[in-house]
Nanobody, 114 residues
Framework: QVQLVESGGGLVQAGGSLRLSCAAS????????MGWHRQAPGKQRQLVAT???????NYADSVKGRFTISRDNAGNTVYLLMNSLKPEDTAVYYC????????WGQGTQVTVSS
C-alpha cells in the first residue's frame, strides 16, 4: 500500500544540478517526517536530509549549503534539489519516511562525473 517512487536521477558533470522527486502514496504523507538517504558502492548508507511535516529541515554536513529538501503536502511529493554537485555525491538516492515507521523507495541513481 505504501509507495515511494523516486525520479530525476541521472548523469551530470561536477558543478551541475539535479532535482530529485519522490511521489508518495498509501499513507498520511502530510503528517510524516520525510528524508533522503544515499548509498555509494563500498560505503555505508548515509542520511542526507530530513524535513518535518511542518517544514523544518536538517542536512548532513557534507551537503549543507548545496542541497535543499522541500515538500508539497498537497501533492504528496518530497524533493531534493542538489546544486554544485561533486563526484563524491555519486550514489543511489532513496526517499524515506522518518520517525516510527520506516519506508523506502526503490532508489534513483545519481552519477557525477569529474
Amino acid at each position: 500500500q505504501v509507495q515511494l517512487v523516486e525520479s530525476g536521477g541521472g548523469l551530470v558533470q561536477a558543478g551541475g544540478s539535479l532535482r530529485l522527486s519522490c511521489a508518495a502514496s498509501g499513507f498520511a504523507f502530510a503528517y510524516y517526517p520525510m528524508g533522503w538517504h544515499r548509498q555509494a558502492p563500498g560505503k555505508q548508507r548515509q542520511l542526507v536530509a530530513t524535513i518535518t511535516s511542518g517544514g523544518t529541515t536538517n542536512y548532513a554536513d557534507s551537503v549543507k549549503g548545496r542541497f535543499t529538501i522541500s515538500r508539497d503536502n498537497a501533492g504528496n511529493t518530497v524533493y531534493l534539489l542538489m546544486n554544485s554537485l561533486k563526484p563524491e555525491d555519486t550514489a543511489v538516492y532513496y526517499c524515506t519516511t522518518e520517525g516510527r515507521s520506516s519506508y523506502w523507495g526503490q532508489g534513483t541513481q545519481v552519477t557525477v562525473s569529474s
